[in-house]
C-alpha cells in the first residue's frame, strides 16, 4: 500500500510540474520537477520512510522513459547514425566510470577504487529525458539529435555491465587485479613508454611510488608486504602492495598470499574499531 501511495505521489508531482511548466513558459522542466520533489519531502514525511524494490522502481519509472524515448526516435535517423550512438554509448560511459572513479579516489583515498567506479558507471549512462530537455534548450542539428537520443538509448547497458563488475570488484575485495599487476605490470609500463609517451610522466610517478613503497618491504619480505597491506592509511593496500611486489619480483604464488593475509588482518581491524566505536556510542 506504501508502494502505490508514494507512486501516486510521485504521478501526481509529474502533472502537477508538467502544468507548472506551462504556466512559467522560462522555467526548465527538470528543475521544476527538482524543486516540487523537494517540497513534497519537506512536507511530506511519509515518503521518507517508503522503501522500493529496484525491480518495482525501474518497471514504473525507468521502462515508460525509455519507452517513450523508443516510441517518439527518429528510426531512420537512427539507423544512419546507429555506429556512433553504439560507440558513444559504449565508450563514453566507460570513459566517465574510469574518469569519475580514479578522480574520486585520487581525491578522496578512504574511498575504495572499486566503489569509486561503481559510482562513475551509475552516473554515466546519459538520461534519454535530459537528452529531449536538452535538445528544446539547445539548438543541436537533427543528426547531433539523432546520435544523443541513441546513444542514450543504448547506453544503460554497458553503465549496468560496468556497475556489476565494479561492484563485484567491491564485494569480493581488491583481489581480482593482484595477480595481474604482479605479472603484467611492468610490461604495462614498458608498452605505455614505447607507444604512448606523453603518460610518462604518469608511469615515472608510477614506478617512484612503486620503489619506495618497496624500501618498506624489502627489510622483512613477505611479512613486510602483508603487514604493508594490512595498515589501512591511505597509500597502502593490495593493489599498491602488488606494485611493490612486481618491482621486487617477487614471485607471484608467495606474494598472493601475503596480500591476502594483508588484506584480512586490514578487515578484521576495521570491523572491530568500528564495533568499538559504534558501541562507544
Known amino acids: 500500500m506504501e508502494t502505490l501511495e508514494f ?15 506551462q ?7 527538470p528543475l521544476v520537477q527538482i524543486a516540487v520533489g523537494a517540497v513534497v519531502a519537506l512536507l511530506v514525511p511519509a515518503v521518507h520512510d517508503v522503501a522500493i524494490p529496484s525491480e518495482l522502481f ?9 519507452y517513450l524515448e523508443a516510441h517518439e526516435i527518429d528510426k531512420g535517423s537512427l539507423l544512419k547514425s ?19 572513479g580514479f578522480t574520486l579516489h585520487a581525491a578522496w583515498p578512504v574511498v575504495p577504487l572499486a566503489a569509486a567506479l561503481a559510482l562513475g558507471a551509475a552516473l554515466g549512462p546519459t538520461d534519454a529525458v535530459a537528452v529531449s530537455s536538452l535538445s528544446h534548450e539547445a539548438s543541436l542539428s537533427q543528426r547531433q539529435v539523432g546520435v544523443l537520443k541513441g546513444e542514450s538509448l543504448f547506453n544503460d547497458a554497458s553503465g549496468i555491465v560496468g556497475f556489476q563488475f ?60 602483508m603487514l604493508f597491506v594490512a595498515v589501512p592509511l591511505p597509500g597502502t593496500g593490495a593493489w599498491t602492495g602488488s606494485l611493490a611486489a612486481a618491482f621486487l619480483d617477487m614471485p607471484l604464488r608467495k606474494a598472493i598470499p601475503s596480500v591476502v593475509a594483508g588484506v584480512l588482518v586490514a578487515g578484521a581491524a576495521i570491523s572491530v574499531l568500528t564495533y568499538g566505536i559504534v558501541n562507544l556510542f
Open 7 to 21: 507512486a501516486l505521489i510521485v504521478l501526481a508531482c509529474v502533472i502537477g510540474s508538467a502544468v507548472l511548466c
Open 23 to 29: 504556466v512559467v513558459r522560462r522555467a526548465s522542466l
Open 58 to 66: 525501474l518497471v514504473l519509472f525507468i521502462a515508460p522513459l525509455l
Open 82 to 100: 546507429l555506429k556512433l550512438s553504439l560507440s558513444l554509448a559504449v565508450g563514453l560511459a566507460i570513459a566517465t566510470m574510469v574518469g569519475v
Open 166 to 225: 565494479a561492484i563485484a570488484a567491491a564485494v569480493t575485495g581488491n583481489l581480482i587485479p593482484v595477480p595481474f599487476i604482479i605479472v603484467y605490470i611492468r610490461r604495462i609500463f614498458q608498452w605505455m613508454r614505447r607507444r604512448i609517451p606523453r603518460l610518462n610522466r604518469m608511469v615515472d610517478a608510477l614506478e617512484r611510488k612503486a620503489h619506495l613503497k618497496g624500501q618498506k618491504v624489502t627489510k622483512y619480505k613477505y611479512l613486510g608486504l
